[in-house]
Protein backbone atom coordinates (compact mmCIF):
# COMPACT_ATOMS: atom_id res chain seq x y z
CA UNK A 1 0.00 0.00 0.00
CA UNK A 2 1.41 3.20 -0.92
CA UNK A 3 -0.49 5.60 1.13
CA UNK A 4 -2.82 5.67 4.33
CA UNK A 5 -6.71 6.50 4.91
CA UNK A 6 -7.43 8.60 7.86
CA UNK A 7 -10.20 9.37 9.53
CA UNK A 8 -9.97 12.18 12.42
CA UNK A 9 -12.86 14.04 13.70
CA UNK A 10 -15.11 12.93 11.14
CA UNK A 11 -13.07 13.78 8.68
CA UNK A 12 -11.43 11.60 5.19
CA UNK A 13 -8.43 12.41 3.40
CA UNK A 14 -5.03 10.66 2.92
CA UNK A 15 -1.78 10.94 4.15
CA UNK A 16 1.26 9.89 2.22
CA UNK A 17 3.84 7.48 3.73
CA UNK A 18 6.51 9.83 5.22
CA UNK A 19 9.94 10.44 3.65
CA UNK A 20 12.79 9.08 5.20
CA UNK A 21 14.02 12.66 4.79
CA UNK A 22 11.58 13.80 7.29
CA UNK A 23 13.38 12.07 9.91
CA UNK A 24 16.08 15.04 9.88
CA UNK A 25 13.01 17.53 10.07
CA UNK A 26 15.02 19.81 12.53
CA UNK A 27 11.59 22.01 13.45
CA UNK A 28 8.39 20.08 14.61
CA UNK A 29 6.45 22.32 12.85
CA UNK A 30 8.29 21.98 9.74
CA UNK A 31 6.04 20.16 6.63
CA UNK A 32 7.86 18.29 3.66
CA UNK A 33 5.72 17.73 0.73
CA UNK A 34 5.71 13.76 1.52
CA UNK A 35 4.00 14.79 4.92
CA UNK A 36 0.95 16.89 3.52
CA UNK A 37 -2.12 14.99 3.60
CA UNK A 38 -3.32 15.06 -0.24
CA UNK A 39 -6.96 15.55 -1.57
CA UNK A 40 -9.09 12.44 -2.43
CA UNK A 41 -8.17 11.34 -6.11
CA UNK A 42 -11.52 11.77 -7.26
CA UNK A 43 -11.71 15.61 -5.53
CA UNK A 44 -8.22 15.51 -7.46
CA UNK A 45 -9.42 14.19 -11.17
CA UNK A 46 -12.52 16.60 -10.72
CA UNK A 47 -10.29 19.47 -10.11
CA UNK A 48 -8.22 19.35 -12.81
CA UNK A 49 -10.95 18.50 -15.48
CA UNK A 50 -12.84 21.58 -14.13
CA UNK A 51 -9.55 23.32 -14.49
CA UNK A 52 -8.62 22.44 -18.21
CA UNK A 53 -12.80 22.71 -19.53
CA UNK A 54 -13.50 26.09 -18.07
CA UNK A 55 -10.29 28.20 -19.22
CA UNK A 56 -11.06 26.19 -22.83
CA UNK A 57 -14.59 27.47 -22.80
CA UNK A 58 -13.92 30.68 -21.46
CA UNK A 59 -11.34 31.26 -24.13
CA UNK A 60 -13.97 29.47 -26.59
CA UNK A 61 -16.58 32.31 -25.04
CA UNK A 62 -14.26 35.20 -26.09
CA UNK A 63 -13.06 33.71 -29.64
CA UNK A 64 -16.96 32.99 -30.33
CA UNK A 65 -18.40 36.62 -29.47
CA UNK A 66 -15.91 37.99 -31.59
CA UNK A 67 -16.74 36.59 -34.72
CA UNK A 68 -20.64 36.19 -33.43
CA UNK A 69 -21.63 38.02 -37.08
CA UNK A 70 -19.13 35.96 -39.16
CA UNK A 71 -20.94 33.02 -41.32
CA UNK A 72 -20.18 29.70 -39.38
CA UNK A 73 -20.19 31.11 -36.29
CA UNK A 74 -23.34 29.30 -34.81
CA UNK A 75 -21.19 26.28 -34.80
CA UNK A 76 -19.15 27.24 -32.03
CA UNK A 77 -22.13 28.63 -29.69
CA UNK A 78 -23.56 25.15 -30.02
CA UNK A 79 -20.81 23.86 -28.91
CA UNK A 80 -19.97 26.47 -25.98
CA UNK A 81 -23.59 25.64 -24.88
CA UNK A 82 -23.34 21.46 -24.77
CA UNK A 83 -19.56 21.73 -23.03
CA UNK A 84 -21.28 24.25 -20.76
CA UNK A 85 -23.87 21.95 -19.83
CA UNK A 86 -21.22 19.13 -18.94
CA UNK A 87 -19.17 22.03 -16.90
CA UNK A 88 -22.90 22.92 -14.95
CA UNK A 89 -23.14 18.89 -14.23
CA UNK A 90 -19.29 18.39 -13.06
CA UNK A 91 -19.46 21.58 -10.91
CA UNK A 92 -22.31 20.17 -9.33
CA UNK A 93 -20.38 16.75 -8.80
CA UNK A 94 -18.12 18.45 -7.08
CA UNK A 95 -19.88 20.27 -4.84
CA UNK A 96 -22.02 17.60 -3.47
CA UNK A 97 -18.56 15.39 -3.21
CA UNK A 98 -16.99 18.58 -1.53
CA UNK A 99 -19.90 18.70 0.86
CA UNK A 100 -19.54 15.71 2.50
CA UNK A 101 -15.09 15.61 2.46
CA UNK A 102 -13.29 18.21 3.95
CA UNK A 103 -10.25 18.53 3.50
CA UNK A 104 -7.21 18.24 5.90
CA UNK A 105 -5.68 21.12 7.23
CA UNK A 106 -3.13 22.99 5.24
CA UNK A 107 0.46 22.78 6.66
CA UNK A 108 0.95 24.33 10.08
CA UNK A 109 4.07 26.68 8.21
CA UNK A 110 1.50 28.60 6.15
CA UNK A 111 0.04 31.95 8.26
CA UNK A 112 -3.09 32.27 9.37
CA UNK A 113 -3.97 35.09 7.11
CA UNK A 114 -3.04 32.94 3.99
CA UNK A 115 -5.14 30.17 5.32
CA UNK A 116 -8.23 32.33 5.69
CA UNK A 117 -7.31 34.09 2.07
CA UNK A 118 -7.58 30.25 0.57
CA UNK A 119 -10.48 29.38 2.47
CA UNK A 120 -12.43 32.93 1.41
CA UNK A 121 -10.96 32.30 -2.34
CA UNK A 122 -12.06 28.69 -2.34
CA UNK A 123 -15.63 29.68 -1.29
CA UNK A 124 -15.95 32.43 -4.30
CA UNK A 125 -14.23 30.29 -6.80
CA UNK A 126 -16.85 27.62 -5.99
CA UNK A 127 -19.90 30.18 -6.00
CA UNK A 128 -18.57 32.01 -9.53
CA UNK A 129 -18.57 28.16 -10.71
CA UNK A 130 -22.00 27.32 -10.17
CA UNK A 131 -23.15 31.35 -11.21
CA UNK A 132 -21.35 31.28 -14.42
CA UNK A 133 -22.44 28.55 -15.99
CA UNK A 134 -26.01 28.92 -14.19
CA UNK A 135 -26.45 32.29 -15.93
CA UNK A 136 -25.70 31.18 -19.58
CA UNK A 137 -28.13 28.48 -19.24
CA UNK A 138 -30.80 30.31 -17.83
CA UNK A 139 -30.21 33.08 -20.63
CA UNK A 140 -29.85 29.85 -23.47
CA UNK A 141 -33.09 28.85 -22.06
CA UNK A 142 -34.87 32.07 -22.59
CA UNK A 143 -33.19 33.15 -25.81
CA UNK A 144 -35.24 32.50 -29.45
CA UNK A 145 -32.71 30.29 -30.31
CA UNK A 146 -32.92 26.52 -30.22
CA UNK A 147 -30.59 24.90 -27.42
CA UNK A 148 -28.97 21.54 -27.91
CA UNK A 149 -27.02 19.41 -26.52
CA UNK A 150 -24.72 18.28 -28.87
CA UNK A 151 -27.07 18.14 -31.54
CA UNK A 152 -30.41 16.69 -29.15
CA UNK A 153 -32.78 19.07 -28.58
CA UNK A 154 -33.73 20.20 -25.11
CA UNK A 155 -37.39 21.46 -23.88
CA UNK A 156 -38.25 24.68 -23.39
CA UNK A 157 -38.72 25.40 -19.96
CA UNK A 158 -39.51 29.18 -21.04
CA UNK A 159 -41.28 31.57 -23.17
CA UNK A 160 -38.48 33.07 -24.93
CA UNK A 161 -37.84 37.10 -23.71
CA UNK A 162 -35.05 38.82 -25.44
CA UNK A 163 -35.15 41.41 -22.74
CA UNK A 164 -34.49 38.89 -20.01
CA UNK A 165 -32.35 36.48 -21.40
CA UNK A 166 -29.68 39.66 -22.24
CA UNK A 167 -29.92 40.33 -18.63
CA UNK A 168 -28.47 36.53 -18.01
CA UNK A 169 -26.26 36.73 -20.63
CA UNK A 170 -24.51 39.91 -18.89
CA UNK A 171 -24.72 38.31 -15.56
CA UNK A 172 -23.24 35.47 -17.33
CA UNK A 173 -20.56 38.15 -18.97
CA UNK A 174 -20.03 39.44 -15.85
CA UNK A 175 -19.04 36.37 -13.22
CA UNK A 176 -16.79 35.18 -16.58
CA UNK A 177 -14.99 37.81 -15.54
CA UNK A 178 -15.26 37.47 -11.77
CA UNK A 179 -13.91 33.82 -12.58
CA UNK A 180 -10.88 35.41 -14.92
CA UNK A 181 -9.78 37.32 -11.79
CA UNK A 182 -9.94 34.77 -9.24
CA UNK A 183 -8.62 32.01 -11.51
CA UNK A 184 -5.89 34.30 -11.95
CA UNK A 185 -4.79 34.96 -8.03
CA UNK A 186 -5.31 31.23 -7.33
CA UNK A 187 -3.41 29.70 -10.06
CA UNK A 188 -0.43 31.92 -8.90
CA UNK A 189 -1.02 31.10 -5.30
CA UNK A 190 -0.62 27.52 -6.15
CA UNK A 191 2.74 27.77 -8.59
CA UNK A 192 4.04 30.18 -6.11
CA UNK A 193 3.60 26.93 -3.42
CA UNK A 194 5.25 24.71 -5.86
CA UNK A 195 7.98 26.89 -7.35
CA UNK A 196 8.78 29.34 -4.02
CA UNK A 197 7.55 28.04 -1.25
CA UNK A 198 8.13 24.20 -2.02
CA UNK A 199 5.87 23.28 1.26
CA UNK A 200 3.63 20.51 -0.50
CA UNK A 201 0.32 22.81 -1.15
CA UNK A 202 0.74 21.95 -4.51
CA UNK A 203 1.00 18.28 -3.88
CA UNK A 204 -2.14 18.42 -2.07
CA UNK A 205 -3.80 18.67 -5.53
CA UNK A 206 -1.53 16.63 -7.98
CA UNK A 207 -1.40 13.24 -9.01
CA UNK A 208 1.50 11.63 -6.88
CA UNK A 209 3.20 8.88 -7.74
CA UNK A 210 2.94 8.11 -3.81
CA UNK A 211 0.01 9.31 -4.30
CA UNK A 212 -3.14 8.15 -2.13
CA UNK A 213 -3.84 3.92 -2.02
CA UNK A 214 -7.10 3.61 -4.16
CA UNK A 215 -8.53 0.98 -1.51
CA UNK A 216 -12.10 0.61 -0.48
C1 LIG B 1 -2.95 26.37 -13.15
C2 LIG B 1 -4.14 26.34 -12.58
C3 LIG B 1 -4.43 25.86 -11.17
C4 LIG B 1 -3.58 25.49 -10.15
C5 LIG B 1 -2.08 25.50 -10.15
C6 LIG B 1 -4.42 25.09 -9.03
C7 LIG B 1 -3.95 24.62 -7.82
C8 LIG B 1 -4.74 24.24 -6.75
C9 LIG B 1 -4.25 23.67 -5.51
C10 LIG B 1 -2.80 23.41 -5.19
C11 LIG B 1 -5.32 23.48 -4.70
C12 LIG B 1 -5.30 22.87 -3.29
C13 LIG B 1 -5.14 23.97 -2.26
C14 LIG B 1 -5.10 23.36 -0.88
O1 LIG B 1 -4.36 22.42 -0.68
O2 LIG B 1 -5.82 23.82 -0.01
C15 LIG B 1 -6.49 23.90 -5.40
C16 LIG B 1 -7.77 23.88 -4.89
C17 LIG B 1 -8.88 24.35 -5.55
N1 LIG B 1 -8.92 24.81 -6.85
FE1 LIG B 1 -7.33 25.00 -8.11
N2 LIG B 1 -5.73 25.25 -9.38
C18 LIG B 1 -5.78 25.71 -10.67
C19 LIG B 1 -6.90 25.99 -11.40
C20 LIG B 1 -8.18 26.01 -10.89
C21 LIG B 1 -9.35 26.40 -11.64
C22 LIG B 1 -9.38 26.82 -13.11
C23 LIG B 1 -10.40 26.32 -10.77
C24 LIG B 1 -11.84 26.60 -11.03
C25 LIG B 1 -12.31 27.48 -11.81
C26 LIG B 1 -9.90 25.88 -9.50
C27 LIG B 1 -10.66 25.70 -8.35
C28 LIG B 1 -10.21 25.21 -7.14
C29 LIG B 1 -11.02 25.04 -5.95
C30 LIG B 1 -12.50 25.39 -5.82
C31 LIG B 1 -10.19 24.50 -4.95
C32 LIG B 1 -10.58 24.15 -3.54
C33 LIG B 1 -10.80 22.69 -3.44
C34 LIG B 1 -11.55 22.35 -2.19
O3 LIG B 1 -11.05 22.58 -1.09
O4 LIG B 1 -12.63 21.83 -2.35
N3 LIG B 1 -8.55 25.69 -9.59
N4 LIG B 1 -6.11 24.35 -6.65
Request: net charge positive; charged share 15%.
Amino acid sequence: MCGEKSRRSGLIFYQLPPFKKAEKMQSPYAITPAATPVYAPLAILLHWILAVLIISMIALGWFMTAIEDDPGSAWYFRLHKSIGLIIAGLVLLRLVWRLGHQPAPLPASIARWQVSASKAGHGLLYAAMVAMPFFGIVGSMLSDKDFLFFGIPLPRVFQPNHDLAEIFFEAHSVTTWILVGLISLHALAGLKHLVIDKDGVFQRMWFSRQGPHHGP
